[in-house]
């Protein structure tokens, strides 16, 4: 007998890209088609904005970016020392915070409800204001003066209190950044078996040794997903100067193809960190499934 | 009375001895106490270590809060600081008004749930797809959506515009809420990938027997998988409604005339109106300086107003949210 073409795996391929069908027509029309076009702006000049009509100027508006534009780069070297900054502390917390909330406390519930509240309020324009209000500034003074009393800071020298109240000052911006990823963290945290720590714990290992020889391994991927979420969080954060100039260039402005130009500029260099971050990620990711 | 004869009695016969009366005896007793109870003490350490974090997560929170409800003299004085004497109900009245808070919060409300819907239903399709159907280019495909999360919305932001200015779409809300209804928009790859993560994590026994029995795979998800997916859309509901409501920076560039503007955005033109007439009236003196302080109350009411429905939904459901997302297995 000769066999059917239509096979039972080509049933299930055609029942998959029907599945993904509205992706595919989405992604087309909403991604790839404007991603390309926004090369191609990149590189063009609006002649005529009746009907978008462009002509090819090759690397003018990157060159203007780099060369003539005296705002782009010292943006651009902000954002990016700010988001390496951010990172390692976001992280850190974060995971500190997950480790403190995964102990068996009273009013657990309360607390992580408390943590996550800063995603409902602040992922939006609004903290932007309350930041612009001088909101965060209170929360700091105070957050101040109860990790390091005065008198201790009176007695150091000037450029330890600077760096010090530098860093006290991004505490508080860390902390309302970090409510996803404790989040994140809890749940890479409950998913690790206790029958681990109970081994651990019959030959005598200490709470410490536990976190860094069980703990850390086991929540390893979870670091990596959190540390990749943190940085395009960053990235798209409204408070950056970038992502606001963009706009303000483009629609302000009227330079289509100037801010098509530094977004991609901005999204290589996104693109290069993440890929960097992933890379190194994977090495150091300890792996269930390779034993 | 009885107790202190008992003592009498015991010092007499020797039982215990005058150095349990002592000072130095009661700190020895104390330290022996953390030595033994030495997690309690960690404990309490632990609890204090929440507590400031938890008052530097909560502090804007009060402070809108209070600042909202003071009355001009409370915000004069300087010794009312966290609690104010009455709840002065004007500050939100003004804000009320002001930001045209009803019509506004339709609009807002309606964009959110459309977008919110569409993202649920494109989102879990899409992802069921890509988790238990196979077909050639899966993961090419796949890795178009983690790059979709990747690409920041600045880039593609302006083809779109042009795009969505020659379909003549601005200035409505389809550019806000047609996307969604396609697995794109704000932040659709991140759900994709949540709602796959969710997908794979389930048992295939169910689907495999209603195989068996004959169903087809679309009645498969719907009937079987969907009922049983409520954590993850209770997941997506709630992230998706906040990041919608709160969102700035589509509406700004799509919405150009206030008539269509979204509650966030009208918020900003609060604050800068507010100021501009400060400046323009007062110029600075101390007079400026009361002004902008009375406005820094109405400016807090109308915050608080804009973010309320998101707190009043938070607060519903954050018990389900949080062991929801503890259990979707996001991290898988």
Redesign the interface.
């Known amino acids: 007998m000769k066999k059917s073409w239509w096979t039972m795996?080509r049933k299930?391929?055609?029942?998959?890209?029907?599945?993904?069908l509205?992706?595919?027509?989405?992604?087309s029309?909403?991604?790839?088609?404007?991603?390309f076009?926004?090369i191609r702006?990149s590189f063009s000049k609006i002649t005529k904005f009746a009907g978008?009509e462009m002509e090819w100027v090759g690397f003018d508006n990157y060159i203007r970016a780099f060369v003539w534009d005296i705002n782009f780069l010292p943006m651009f070297f902000e954002t990016v020392q700010k988001t390496l900054l951010y990172l390692p502390l976001i992280n850190i917390f974060a995971l500190f915070?997950a480790i403190?909330?995964n102990?068996k406390?009273k009013a657990r519930?309360l607390?992580?409800?408390?943590?996550?509240?800063?995603?409902?309020?602040?992922?939006?324009?609004?903290m932007t204001?309350?930041v612009?209000?001088g909101?965060?500034q209170?929360?700091i003074d105070?957050?101040r003066g109860?990790a390091i009393p005065r008198e201790i800071l009176m007695y150091m020298g000037p450029t330890i209190v600077r760096t010090v109240q530098n860093f006290m000052n991004n505490?508080?911006l860390i902390?309302?950044k970090s409510g996803v990823q404790i989040?994140?963290y809890?749940?890479?945290l409950?998913?690790i078996s206790s029958s681990l720590y109970e081994a651990a714990r019959c030959d005598g290992a200490s709470e410490w040794e536990m976190f860094w020889k069980i703990t850390l391994p086991m929540i390893s991927?979870?670091i990596l997903?959190s540390l990749i979420y943190t940085l395009?969080d960053l990235?798209?954060d409204?408070s950056n100067p970038?992502?606001d100039y963009?706009?303000t260039t483009?629609?302000t402005n009227r330079q289509?193809?100037y801010?098509?130009a530094?977004?991609?500029i901005?999204?290589a260099f996104?693109?290069l960190i993440?890929m960097v971050v992933f890379m190194a990620g994977r090495r150091y990711v300890h792996d269930a499934s390779a034993r | 009375m009885n107790k202190a004869e008992n003592v009498m009695n015991k010092l007499e016969r020797g039982l215990i001895s005058t150095y349990q009366f002592t000072f130095r005896y009661v700190i020895e007793k104390i330290i022996d106490f953390i030595r033994r109870k030495r997690y309690i003490v960690y404990?309490i350490a632990?609890?204090i270590?929440?507590l400031?974090?938890?008052?530097?997560?909560?502090?804007?929170?009060l402070?809108?809060l209070i600042t909202a409800m003071k009355s001009p003299t409370d915000l004069l004085d300087m010794t009312v600081r966290w609690i104010p004497r009455e709840i002065y109900w004007e500050n939100f009245k003004v804000a009320f008004a002001g930001l045209n808070y009803w019509t506004y919060f339709q609009k807002s409300l309606l964009v959110t749930l459309l977008c919110v819907l569409g993202h649920i239903i494109?989102c879990s399709?899409?992802a069921?797809?890509?988790a238990r159907?196979?077909?050639?280019g899966?993961n090419a495909?796949f890795m178009?959506?983690m790059l979709?999360?990747?690409?920041?919305?600045?880039?593609?932001?302006?083809?779109?515009?042009?795009?969505y200015s020659?379909y003549g779409w601005l200035n409505t809300y389809l550019p806000l809420i047609v996307?969604t209804?396609?697995?794109?928009?704000l932040r659709?790859g991140l759900f994709?990938f949540l709602f796959r993560q969710f997908f794979i994590g389930l048992p295939t026994e169910l689907e495999d027997s209603a195989r068996i029995d004959g169903c087809s795979?679309?009645r498969i998800?719907w009937n079987i998988v969907l009922p049983i997916s409520k954590t993850a859309i209770l997941v997506c509901t709630v992230l998706g409604t906040?990041?919608h409501?709160?969102?700035?920076?589509e509406p700004?560039?799509y919405l150009t005339r206030p008539k269509n503007w979204l509650l966030?955005?009208n918020?900003?033109n609060m604050?800068a109106t507010l100021r501009m007439i400060e400046g323009e009236e007062f110029g600075i003196s101390e007079v400026d300086q009361l002004n902008q302080m009375y406005n820094?109350a109405t400016?807090?009411a109308g915050?608080l107003l804009?973010?309320l429905p998101?707190?009043i939904m938070?607060l519903f459901s954050?018990?389900r949210f949080?062991e929801s997302?503890?259990?979707?297995?996001?991290?898988g």
Request: charged share 10%; with cysteine.
């Open positions: 795996r299930q391929a055609l029942e998959g890209y029907l599945f993904i509205p992706w595919i027509i989405g992604v029309a909403f991604f790839l088609y404007p991603l076009k926004s702006l978008w915070l403190l909330l102990k406390i519930g607390f992580r409800m408390v943590y996550f509240m800063p995603v409902i309020l602040g992922s939006g324009h609004v204001q309350l612009g209000e909101v965060v209170g929360a105070v957050e109860v505490l508080a902390l309302w989040v994140l809890i749940s890479g409950q998913g991927p979870v997903l395009i990235f798209a409204v970038i992502v963009v706009r483009a629609f289509y193809e801010g098509a530094i977004g991609w901005y999204f996104i693109f993440v | 404990n632990v609890y270590l929440l400031e974090f938890a008052y530097v997560f909560l502090y804007p929170f402070y809108l494109s399709l899409v069921y797809g890509f159907c196979r077909f050639p899966r495909l178009i959506v979709t999360i990747i690409v920041p919305a600045q880039v593609i932001i302006v083809p779109l515009f042009m795009q020659t996307p209804f396609f697995g794109m928009g659709g994709i795979t679309f998800f906040v990041w409501w709160n969102d700035y920076y700004a560039v966030p955005m918020l900003t604050y820094t400016l807090m915050t804009v973010i998101l707190i938070y954050q018990r949080m997302i503890e259990r979707t297995g996001l991290v």
